[in-house]
Every structure is written in structure tokens, then in C-alpha cells.
């Protein structure tokens, strides 16, 4: 395998934890730990992606970056108003 099939397992690997963690009742969607989860395995499945030249998942994974990092601003947001 190469150092780039590693990086993109890695990333996947971090989100299929978290989602089936989420399916588990381990994790709520809204914890601190679920959207860390989130933001560092899409963000390593996209730095993959951007390795390799793969612009579908590029796209699919910045965006899961994205929203990630946006429900990491709301859940700060929200703790801080408490």
C-alpha cells in the first residue's frame, strides 16, 4: 500500500468509528467528541483525496470538513452562552 492508501484508510477509519458509534448510542451527535471525530477523519480522508487527484471525493470530504468545522463553531457557540 502506499503512504497515500494509509492516510485515506486512516480518515475513513476515523469517521466509520464515529459513525457507528452514533449507530451505538456511544456518542450523541452533538458531543464535542462525535464532531471532532468528524472534522479530523474527513479532513484526513480529504487530504488523501487531494494526494491522489481525486476530485469527486475532494469535493465530498472538504465539504464534510466544512460542516464539521461549522457544528464545532455552533457547539462553542452554544457552551458559551451557558
Not at 471532532?36 to 479532513?43: D, F, M
Amino acid at each position: 500500500m502506499k503512504p497515500t492508501d494509509w492516510i485515506g484508510f486512516i480518515g475513513v477509519t476515523i469517521l466509520l468509528l464515529a459513525f457507528f458509534m452514533n449507530l451505538a448510542n456511544k456518542l450523541h451527535k452533538d458531543s464535542l467528541s462525535y464532531i471532532l471525530l468528524n472534522v479530523i477523519g474527513a479532513g484526513i480522508a480529504c487530504l488523501a483525496s487531494v494526494l491522489i487527484s481525486y476530485l469527486p471525493f475532494v469535493i465530498l470530504e472538504g465539504c464534510w470538513t466544512l460542516v464539521s468545522i461549522w457544528a464545532l463553531i455552533n457547539y462553542y457557540k452554544t457552551k458559551k452562552q451557558i
